[in-house]
Protein backbone atom coordinates (compact mmCIF):
# COMPACT_ATOMS: atom_id res chain seq x y z
CA UNK A 1 0.00 0.00 0.00
CA UNK A 2 1.44 3.23 -1.11
CA UNK A 3 1.82 6.09 2.12
CA UNK A 4 1.92 9.90 0.90
CA UNK A 5 4.26 11.95 3.12
CA UNK A 6 1.58 13.54 5.17
CA UNK A 7 -0.49 10.20 5.77
CA UNK A 8 0.24 7.92 8.57
CA UNK A 9 -0.30 4.31 8.73
CA UNK A 10 -1.28 2.80 11.92
CA UNK A 11 -0.06 -1.07 12.42
CA UNK A 12 -3.95 -1.54 13.98
CA UNK A 13 -5.72 0.79 12.42
CA UNK A 14 -8.78 -0.97 13.12
CA UNK A 15 -8.85 -0.31 16.60
CA UNK A 16 -7.50 3.47 16.12
CA UNK A 17 -9.82 5.84 17.77
CA UNK A 18 -9.39 9.50 17.64
CA UNK A 19 -8.99 11.09 20.88
CA UNK A 20 -11.56 13.86 20.51
CA UNK A 21 -13.95 11.16 19.52
CA UNK A 22 -13.58 8.72 23.03
CA UNK A 23 -14.18 12.37 24.03
CA UNK A 24 -16.87 14.09 22.05
CA UNK A 25 -14.70 16.86 21.81
CA UNK A 26 -14.93 17.87 25.27
CA UNK A 27 -11.45 18.80 27.09
CA UNK A 28 -12.51 19.45 30.58
CA UNK A 29 -14.18 16.68 32.97
CA UNK A 30 -17.23 17.50 35.08
CA UNK A 31 -15.35 15.40 38.01
CA UNK A 32 -12.20 17.17 39.25
CA UNK A 33 -9.26 14.51 39.07
CA UNK A 34 -5.56 15.22 38.89
CA UNK A 35 -2.76 12.75 37.57
CA UNK A 36 -2.50 10.83 40.49
CA UNK A 37 -5.89 9.76 41.39
CA UNK A 38 -6.83 6.34 41.99
CA UNK A 39 -10.10 4.89 40.44
CA UNK A 40 -11.70 1.58 40.96
CA UNK A 41 -14.81 -0.57 39.44
CA UNK A 42 -18.06 0.03 41.91
CA UNK A 43 -18.55 -3.21 42.97
CA UNK A 44 -21.97 -4.85 40.95
CA UNK A 45 -21.10 -1.93 38.12
CA UNK A 46 -22.02 -3.16 34.85
CA UNK A 47 -19.87 -2.54 32.23
CA UNK A 48 -21.53 -4.39 29.28
CA UNK A 49 -22.58 -1.73 27.27
CA UNK A 50 -19.15 0.79 27.23
CA UNK A 51 -17.18 0.31 23.76
CA UNK A 52 -13.60 1.04 22.67
CA UNK A 53 -11.40 2.77 25.26
CA UNK A 54 -13.97 3.33 28.17
CA UNK A 55 -14.69 -0.14 27.99
CA UNK A 56 -10.69 -0.69 28.42
CA UNK A 57 -10.80 1.42 30.97
CA UNK A 58 -13.48 -0.09 32.81
CA UNK A 59 -11.87 -3.47 32.84
CA UNK A 60 -8.21 -2.03 34.00
CA UNK A 61 -10.36 -0.67 36.75
CA UNK A 62 -11.02 -3.90 38.33
CA UNK A 63 -8.10 -3.09 41.04
CA UNK A 64 -7.14 0.56 41.78
CA UNK A 65 -5.06 2.24 39.20
CA UNK A 66 -4.68 5.68 38.58
CA UNK A 67 -5.19 8.08 35.66
CA UNK A 68 -1.73 8.73 34.88
CA UNK A 69 -1.64 4.68 34.93
CA UNK A 70 -4.57 4.22 32.52
CA UNK A 71 -2.75 7.28 30.02
CA UNK A 72 0.28 5.04 29.98
CA UNK A 73 -1.13 1.55 29.75
CA UNK A 74 -3.82 3.27 26.55
CA UNK A 75 -1.09 5.60 25.01
CA UNK A 76 -3.73 7.91 24.84
CA UNK A 77 -2.95 11.75 26.53
CA UNK A 78 -3.89 12.41 30.37
CA UNK A 79 -6.84 14.81 29.34
CA UNK A 80 -8.47 12.16 27.44
CA UNK A 81 -8.44 9.45 29.75
CA UNK A 82 -9.07 11.84 32.68
CA UNK A 83 -12.90 12.94 30.54
CA UNK A 84 -13.57 9.75 29.75
CA UNK A 85 -12.74 8.71 33.62
CA UNK A 86 -14.74 11.62 34.85
CA UNK A 87 -17.55 10.00 32.26
CA UNK A 88 -17.55 6.75 33.82
CA UNK A 89 -17.41 8.19 37.80
CA UNK A 90 -20.56 10.16 36.86
CA UNK A 91 -22.18 6.67 34.91
CA UNK A 92 -21.66 4.96 38.33
CA UNK A 93 -19.38 2.44 37.10
CA UNK A 94 -16.11 3.75 38.37
CA UNK A 95 -15.37 5.31 41.99
CA UNK A 96 -12.37 7.72 42.68
CA UNK A 97 -10.22 7.15 45.69
CA UNK A 98 -9.53 10.17 48.43
CA UNK A 99 -6.09 11.89 46.91
CA UNK A 100 -4.20 14.11 49.33
CA UNK A 101 -5.37 17.86 49.24
CA UNK A 102 -4.22 20.61 51.74
CA UNK A 103 -6.90 19.52 54.59
CA UNK A 104 -5.50 15.89 54.21
CA UNK A 105 -1.69 16.94 54.11
CA UNK A 106 -0.78 15.44 57.47
CA UNK A 107 -2.65 12.00 56.89
CA UNK A 108 0.49 10.88 58.19
CA UNK A 109 -0.59 7.16 56.85
CA UNK A 110 -0.92 7.81 53.47
CA UNK A 111 2.73 9.59 53.42
CA UNK A 112 3.87 6.77 55.21
CA UNK A 113 2.39 3.62 52.74
CA UNK A 114 3.75 6.17 49.33
CA UNK A 115 7.04 6.44 51.15
CA UNK A 116 7.12 2.44 51.64
CA UNK A 117 6.10 2.48 47.96
CA UNK A 118 9.18 4.86 46.71
CA UNK A 119 11.20 2.63 48.80
CA UNK A 120 9.89 -0.90 46.93
CA UNK A 121 10.62 1.48 43.83
Do not use: C, W, Y
Not at 32 to 46: F, I, R, S
Amino acid sequence: MAQDDNETIFEDEQDFIRPFLVTSGRTTSAVDTKLETMVQQVEGADGSLLRFETARIFEMSSKAISIAELSAHLSMPFGVVRVAVGDLIEGGQLRAHRTVTNESSNDIELISRLMAGVRRL
